[in-house]
C-alpha cells in the first residue's frame, strides 16, 4: 500500500512538473507527458507501474467520457450527427478492415487476428487530440465533430475488438449475428443512458446538497458504463447519452451553488484523469521491451511503419468522400448544409490521433484462447499498438500547430467567434430587457418596497451599462476592461488582508469578502475569452 501512494505521488508530482514545462514552452501537456513517462519508465531501479487495463477501461475512461458529453452542446451533437456517424462508425469500421488486410497479407497474421489489431488501432482518442487542438483556435464545428467522433468510435472499436477476440478463440464469426447484437447494444445502451440520466437529475433535485450532487454526479458515469459492459456492450454509448441528456436538461433542474462547486470539482478529475492517462501510456514502454526479445524487432518496427500507414491513408480515404459525397447525392443537403472548404476535412482527416483505449484494450487481450493455447501474436499486437499511439499522438500532434497555421483555420475561426460575440451581446441584452419588465410589474403590482426597488434599478443599470454598445471593438474593450477589474480586485483583496491582519474584521467576515472576490474573478476569467464582462 505504501508503494502504491508513493508511485501515485511521484505521478501527480511528474504531471506538475510537466504541465509548469509545458506552459513555459507553449507546448501541448499531452505530448509532454507521453515521453516523461517513457523516460521514467526507462529509469533503472524505478519499480514497474503496470495498471490493469480494468483500471484504465472501467476506473479512468468513464468520467472522461461522461463530463465531455456533458460539456457538448446537445443541439450542436445533433446538428452535426451525420458526419460524426459517417466517422465513428463508418471510418473505424472501414480502417478496421483495412488494417486487417494489411496484417494478414503483408505481415502474414491469421484474417482474425487481423481484425483483433485493426479494431485495436482504429479509433482516434477522445482525449489526446482534443487536449492540442483546443489550444489551436480552429472553428467549434471542427471540435464538435472531433469530440462527437472521439466519444463514440470507442463504442464501435470496443464491440468490433470483442467480436474479434471472440472469434479468435472460437474460430467461428457470423455476420448476421454481429450485426445484429451491434444494432441490440446500439440502441439498449441509447435508451438506458438515457433512462440514468433522467434519473441522477431526479435524484439530484431531491437531494437539494451540492456535496450530495457532486457525489452522485461522480457515480452517473460508473453506473452508465459498468452495467451494459457487464452484460457484453461497450458501456461508452451508455455513458454519452447520459453525459448529453444531464447536458441538455440539467441548467434549470442543477442549482448554483450545485453548479459553481462542480465545475470546478470536475476540472481537477478530469486534469488528473488525463494526465495519468498519458503518463501511464508512456510507462508501457517498459513491458513492451520486455517482450521484444519474443519477437523479432526488425520485423516489429515493419509492421508499426506498416500500420501507422495503414491508419492515416484509410483516414484521408474516408474523410473526403464522406464530406462531399452525400451532398452530391443529396442536392437538399447540399443546400441546407454547404460544403466546407476543403482545410476542414483535410484537418479532419489529419487529426486521428490513437490514445489510452487502445492501449487498454491491447492490454486486455486474453493470454490464451478458448482451446488454451496461446492468443496467436498477441506480443506483436502490444508493440504494434504502442507505435501506432506513440506515432500518432507525438508525430501529428507536433505538427498539428503548423498545420492549422498552413489551413488558416485561425481566420474561419476568429469569424466564428465574432459572430458568437456579436450573438452573446444580443441574448445578455435580450435578458437584461426581460428581467426589466419583470421588475417592472412587480414594482407595478406593489410588491417591492421603494428601497429595494432603488437597489435593483441601479444594479440593473450597472449590469446594463457593462454591455459594450460597439460589437466590432467589444472583444478588445471588454477584454481590456478585465484586465483593469483584475487589478481593482486585487486591490480590494489587499486591503481587506490589512484590515483583518489588524484585526478590524473577523476571519468569518474577510472569508465571505473573499468569496464575492473570488467568484467575481472566476467570472471573469470564464468570460473574458468570450469577449464580454461577466455580470455579476
Same mark, same amino acid.
Request: charged share 15%.
Given at each position: 500500500?505504501?508503494?502504491?501512494?508513493?508511485?501515485?505521488?511521484?505521478?501527480?508530482?511528474?504531471?506538475?512538473?510537466?504541465?509548469?514545462?509545458?506552459?513555459?514552452?507553449?507546448?501541448?501537456?499531452?505530448?509532454?507527458?507521453?515521453?516523461?513517462?517513457?523516460?521514467?519508465?526507462?529509469?533503472?531501479?524505478?519499480?514497474?507501474?503496470?495498471?490493469?487495463?480494468?483500471?484504465?477501461?472501467?476506473?479512468?475512461?468513464?468520467?472522461?467520457?461522461?463530463?465531455?458529453?456533458?460539456?457538448?452542446?446537445?443541439?450542436?451533437?445533433?446538428?452535426?450527427?451525420?458526419?460524426?456517424?459517417?466517422?465513428?462508425?463508418?471510418?473505424?469500421?472501414?480502417?478496421?478492415?483495412?488494417?486487417?488486410?494489411?496484417?494478414?497479407?503483408?505481415?502474414?497474421?491469421?484474417?482474425?487476428?487481423?481484425?483483433?489489431?485493426?479494431?485495436?488501432?482504429?479509433?482516434?482518442?477522445?482525449?489526446?487530440?482534443?487536449?492540442?487542438?483546443?489550444?489551436?483556435?480552429?472553428?467549434?464545428?471542427?471540435?464538435?465533430?472531433?469530440?462527437?467522433?472521439?466519444?463514440?468510435?470507442?463504442?464501435?472499436?470496443?464491440?468490433?475488438?470483442?467480436?474479434?477476440?471472440?472469434?479468435?478463440?472460437?474460430?467461428?464469426?457470423?455476420?448476421?449475428?454481429?450485426?445484429?447484437?451491434?444494432?441490440?447494444?446500439?440502441?439498449?445502451?441509447?435508451?438506458?443512458?438515457?433512462?440514468?440520466?433522467?434519473?441522477?437529475?431526479?435524484?439530484?433535485?431531491?437531494?437539494?446538497?451540492?456535496?450530495?450532487?457532486?457525489?452522485?454526479?461522480?457515480?452517473?458515469?460508473?453506473?452508465?458504463?459498468?452495467?451494459?459492459?457487464?452484460?457484453?456492450?461497450?458501456?461508452?454509448?451508455?455513458?454519452?447519452?447520459?453525459?448529453?441528456?444531464?447536458?441538455?436538461?440539467?441548467?434549470?433542474? #442543477?442549482? @448554483?451553488?450545485?453548479?459553481? &462547486? +462542480?465545475?470546478?470539482?470536475?476540472? %481537477? /478529475?478530469?486534469? $488528473?484523469?488525463? !494526465?495519468?492517462?498519458?503518463?501511464?501510456?508512456?510507462?508501457?514502454?517498459?513491458?513492451?521491451?520486455?517482450?521484444?526479445?519474443?519477437?523479432?524487432?526488425?520485423?516489429?518496427?515493419?509492421?508499426?511503419?506498416?500500420?501507422?500507414?495503414?491508419?492515416?491513408?484509410?483516414?484521408?480515404?474516408?474523410?473526403?468522400?464522406?464530406?462531399?459525397?452525400?451532398?452530391?447525392?443529396?442536392?437538399?443537403?447540399?443546400?441546407?448544409?454547404?460544403?466546407?472548404?476543403?482545410?476542414?476535412?483535410?484537418?479532419?482527416?489529419?487529426?486521428?490521433?490513437?490514445?489510452?483505449?487502445?492501449?487498454?484494450?491491447?492490454?486486455?487481450?486474453?493470454?490464451?484462447?478458448?482451446?488454451?493455447?496461446?492468443?496467436?501474436?498477441?506480443?506483436?499486437?502490444?508493440?504494434?499498438?504502442?507505435?501506432? #499511439?506513440? @506515432?500518432?499522438?507525438?508525430? &501529428? +500532434?507536433?505538427?498539428?500547430?503548423? %498545420? /492549422?497555421?498552413? $489551413?488558416?483555420? !485561425?481566420?474561419?475561426?476568429?469569424?466564428?467567434?465574432?459572430?458568437?460575440?456579436?450573438?452573446?451581446?444580443?441574448?445578455?441584452?435580450?435578458?437584461?430587457?426581460?428581467?426589466?419588465?419583470?421588475?417592472?410589474?412587480?414594482?407595478?403590482?406593489?410588491?417591492?418596497?421603494?428601497?429595494?426597488?432603488?437597489?435593483?434599478?441601479?444594479?440593473?443599470?450597472?449590469?446594463?451599462?457593462?454591455?459594450?454598445?460597439?460589437?466590432?471593438?467589444?472583444?478588445?474593450?471588454?477584454?481590456?476592461?478585465?484586465?483593469?477589474?483584475?487589478?481593482?480586485?486585487?486591490?480590494?483583496?489587499?486591503?481587506?488582508?490589512?484590515?483583518?491582519?489588524?484585526?478590524?474584521?473577523?476571519?468569518?467576515?474577510?472569508?465571505?469578502?473573499?468569496?464575492?472576490?473570488?467568484?467575481?474573478?472566476?467570472? #471573469?476569467?470564464?468570460?473574458?475569452?468570450?469577449?464580454?464582462?461577466?455580470?455579476?
Amino acid at each position: 500500500m505504501t508503494a502504491t501512494i508513493q508511485t501515485l505521488l511521484l505521478l501527480i508530482a511528474v504531471l506538475v512538473v510537466v504541465a509548469v514545462v509545458a506552459r513555459r514552452f507553449h507546448t501541448a501537456p499531452s505530448i509532454l507527458l507521453v515521453i516523461a513517462g517513457i523516460g521514467l519508465a526507462l529509469i533503472p531501479g524505478l519499480p514497474r507501474i503496470e495498471p490493469a487495463p480494468e483500471l484504465v477501461l472501467f476506473g479512468i475512461l468513464p468520467p472522461l467520457i461522461y463530463s465531455a458529453g456533458v460539456a457538448m452542446s446537445w443541439r450542436e451533437f445533433r446538428f452535426n450527427l451525420r458526419p460524426i456517424t459517417l466517422l465513428a462508425v463508418g471510418c473505424v469500421v472501414f480502417t478496421t478492415c483495412a488494417v486487417a488486410a494489411v496484417a494478414h497479407w503483408l505481415l502474414g497474421m491469421p484474417l482474425a487476428v487481423g481484425f483483433v489489431l485493426g479494431a485495436i488501432v482504429s479509433p482516434p482518442d477522445a482525449v489526446a487530440p482534443l487536449a492540442i487542438v483546443r489550444r489551436l483556435g480552429v472553428p467549434r464545428r471542427l471540435i464538435v465533430v472531433l469530440e462527437g467522433e472521439g466519444l463514440a468510435n470507442d463504442a464501435t472499436a470496443l464491440i468490433l475488438y470483442r467480436f474479434a477476440v471472440a472469434a479468435v478463440g472460437s474460430g467461428v464469426f457470423s455476420l448476421a449475428e454481429a450485426a445484429g447484437t451491434f444494432a441490440l447494444i446500439v440502441v439498449g445502451e441509447i435508451a438506458y443512458g438515457i433512462g440514468l440520466g433522467w434519473l441522477s437529475l431526479r435524484l439530484r433535485r431531491w437531494a437539494r446538497d451540492p456535496r450530495v450532487e457532486i457525489t452522485l454526479s461522480l457515480l452517473t458515469p460508473y453506473a452508465a458504463f459498468l452495467l451494459p459492459a457487464h452484460f457484453g456492450g461497450s458501456g461508452v454509448l451508455a455513458t454519452i447519452a447520459a453525459g448529453l441528456f444531464v447536458s441538455w436538461n440539467g441548467p434549470l433542474l #442543477i442549482p @448554483a451553488a450545485t453548479r459553481l &462547486q +462542480g465545475i470546478f470539482f470536475w476540472d %481537477l /478529475v478530469v486534469y $488528473l484523469l488525463e !494526465g495519468v492517462v498519458f503518463l501511464v501510456t508512456g510507462l508501457q514502454i517498459r513491458t513492451l521491451l520486455d517482450q521484444v526479445d519474443m519477437i523479432s524487432l526488425r520485423g516489429a518496427l515493419l509492421a508499426v511503419l506498416l500500420t501507422v500507414a495503414v491508419v492515416i491513408v484509410a483516414r484521408f480515404v474516408w474523410v473526403y468522400p464522406a464530406i462531399y459525397l452525400p451532398r452530391w447525392l443529396n442536392p437538399a443537403l447540399a443546400r441546407r448544409d454547404p460544403a466546407p472548404p476543403w482545410q476542414w476535412p483535410f484537418f479532419l482527416a489529419f487529426v486521428g490521433i490513437r490514445g489510452v483505449v487502445s492501449l487498454a484494450a491491447a492490454l486486455a487481450i486474453p493470454l490464451t484462447t478458448l482451446t488454451g493455447t496461446p492468443f496467436p501474436h498477441r506480443d506483436l499486437i502490444l508493440f504494434v499498438t504502442f507505435g501506432v #499511439i506513440v @506515432a500518432t499522438l507525438v508525430g &501529428q +500532434g507536433l505538427l498539428l500547430p503548423s %498545420l /492549422v497555421r498552413w $489551413l488558416a483555420l !485561425g481566420s474561419h475561426a476568429a469569424d466564428e467567434r465574432e459572430r458568437e460575440h456579436t450573438a452573446e451581446l444580443s441574448a445578455r441584452a435580450e435578458a437584461l430587457n426581460v428581467a426589466q419588465n419583470r421588475l417592472d410589474r412587480l414594482a407595478a403590482e406593489g410588491r417591492i418596497a421603494p428601497e429595494v426597488l432603488a437597489i435593483l434599478r441601479a444594479r440593473h443599470r450597472d449590469r446594463a451599462g457593462r454591455l459594450p454598445r460597439n460589437t466590432s471593438n467589444g472583444v478588445d474593450t471588454a477584454a481590456a476592461a478585465a484586465d483593469l477589474r483584475w487589478e481593482l480586485i486585487a486591490a480590494e483583496r489587499e486591503y481587506i488582508y490589512q484590515l483583518f491582519r489588524e484585526g478590524k474584521i473577523t476571519d468569518e467576515a474577510r472569508r465571505r469578502i473573499e468569496r464575492e472576490l473570488d467568484l467575481e474573478e472566476a467570472g #471573469i476569467a470564464c468570460k473574458k475569452e468570450g469577449g464580454v464582462e461577466p455580470l455579476l
